[in-house]
């Protein structure tokens, strides 16, 4: 563990599509053991971000450091093997294979060895998954698959786990459910980036918070500091 205590610093970054810069030099930290939410509107920068930060999309400046090592612009499957996993926004889970066989995938590039031990684990957390090991993960609801796609992101041991758009399309019960497991794995030790447009909710279980607008920040600190701003929670979360 380093002095400081932080797992992902990110510095400075810029980047976007064609000749469009979507970020604007921004800088995100977390450290180990927290869950820091990344909010702002649709179009804000927090998608482009991770993917900047998963190797995904390229940086056009700024540095990526992940437990001390430099990941900026390194091929995602470095990113993977570091330990930095991505629940991507829309699931991406692949809807014609089995439960298992998604679950699965997760542990191609990192903890393949422990493959079967880690399956148990993620069965013990989503009971409902392991009811449903042989069914098509396709024909399962909404809330089963995000359990399904965070499922298959703790199947590869993750140091820090990407949360992007977890509650999105959820029920208003499940969406309470979700939250509740995300404070569930912070307590078992795992950092997480929760990427949400669900402001109240994220900011009752974060440490920190940071706000995007327009691919630039526009606050970073704590959630009882920004709730303590009217001007800026009238700005930019709409309360």
Do not use: W
Request: with cysteine; aromatic share 4%; charged share 20%.
């Amino acid at each position: 563990m380093s002095a400081t205590g932080v797992l992902l610093d990110v510095r400075g970054l810029r980047g976007g599509y064609g000749r469009t810069d979507v970020l604007r030099g921004v800088d995100l930290q977390v450290d180990r053991g927290e869950i820091v939410a990344l909010l702002g509107s649709n179009g804000a920068g927090k998608t482009t971000l991770n993917h900047i930060v998963c190797g995904l999309l390229p940086a056009r400046g700024g540095h990526v450091t992940f437990d001390g090592a430099d990941l900026t612009n390194r091929h995602y499957r470095d990113v993977v093997k570091a330990g930095l996993i991505q629940v991507p926004e829309g699931r991406r889970i692949f809807p014609n294979l089995s439960v298992r066989e998604n679950l699965e995938l997760g542990a191609y590039a990192r903890a393949r060895e422990r493959r079967a031990a880690n399956l148990e684990r993620v069965y013990a957390t989503f009971p409902r998954l392991a009811e449903r090991t042989a069914q098509r993960a396709g024909t399962m609801s909404g809330g089963e698959q995000q359990m399904l796609a965070i499922g298959r992101g703790l199947m590869a041991e993750p140091r820090l786990l990407i949360l992007d758009e977890p509650s999105l399309g959820l029920s208003p019960l499940l969406v309470d459910e979700l939250f509740a497991l995300i404070g569930r794995l912070h307590a078992d030790g795992l950092s997480v980036l929760l990427v949400e447009q669900n402001v109240a909710q994220s900011l009752a279980i974060a440490q920190r918070a940071l706000v995007l607008e327009n691919g630039q920040q526009r606050f970073a600190g704590t959630p009882q500091q920004l709730l303590a701003s009217s001007e800026l929670k009238r700005a930019y979360l709409g309360l």
